[in-house]
């Protein structure tokens, strides 16, 4: 099947994904495949990004496709297309969507050397606002519920990587930056979004 065909196919899967039934029934057969075939394809890799982040909307499809391998396939696709940053930044929102509520599913992408591939689409695309939130996302979800993962991270000189994010994209994003650095256990102070202010009460 011609590489248009499939990331078309895809992207109607995606928008369909509304139930269920149809998740689990969506991947089974033709996902890995079409990921094998069109590995370096970059339109493919767009939408099946897209269709992985929609399957992993469903909790029991999310972690059935974890446990039947998907977490290397998307290290290493991340590693292909690390330089291109709508690929990095789609790849980066599935890898967040895996995660999610999910601490097991955090520990196999580290096992898998994610964290080395996460700074470094973080470093390589400092400008790019996409791919700064959803890495930031993706951080997040594999250490919420996981602090041992924290480690890996600081190692890789994360605190000064997201400090930069938040210096250029504070107005946009900074909660989602200020949160992924506090879920790493680094030094951060959120700003009140609201104090309410004394009045006397006349008796």
Not at 14 to 43: F, G, P, W
């Amino acid at each position: 099947m011609q590489a248009p065909i499939v990331s078309e196919l895809m992207l109607t899967m995606s928008t369909l994904l509304v139930r269920h039934e149809l998740c689990a029934q969506a991947y089974e057969d033709i996902l890995y495949t079409i990921l094998a075939d069109n590995y370096d394809n970059v339109s493919v890799i767009l939408q099946a990004s897209k269709l992985i982040t929609a399957l992993a909307g469903n909790d029991d499809v999310k972690r059935q496709l974890v446990k039947s391998g998907i977490v290397p396939i998307i290290v290493s696709l991340l590693k292909r297309h690390c330089s291109n940053a709508a690929a990095a930044s789609l790849i980066l929102k599935c890898i967040s969507a895996l995660c999610l509520r999910e601490a097991e599913h955090g520990r196999m992408f580290l096992e898998n050397g994610v964290a080395e591939v996460i700074v470094e689409c973080l470093t390589v695309h400092a400008d790019n606002p996409s791919v700064q939130k959803n890495g930031c996302w993706a951080i997040r979800n594999m250490v919420a519920r996981h602090k041992d993962h924290n480690p890996k991270f600081h190692e890789l000189g994360i605190e000064a990587v997201l400090n930069k994010s938040y210096c250029q994209f504070a107005k946009d994003f900074g909660f989602d930056i200020k949160s992924a650095l506090r879920d790493l256990d680094c030094d951060v102070k959120f700003d009140e979004q609201w104090t309410g202010k004394g009045v006397q009460i006349d008796e």
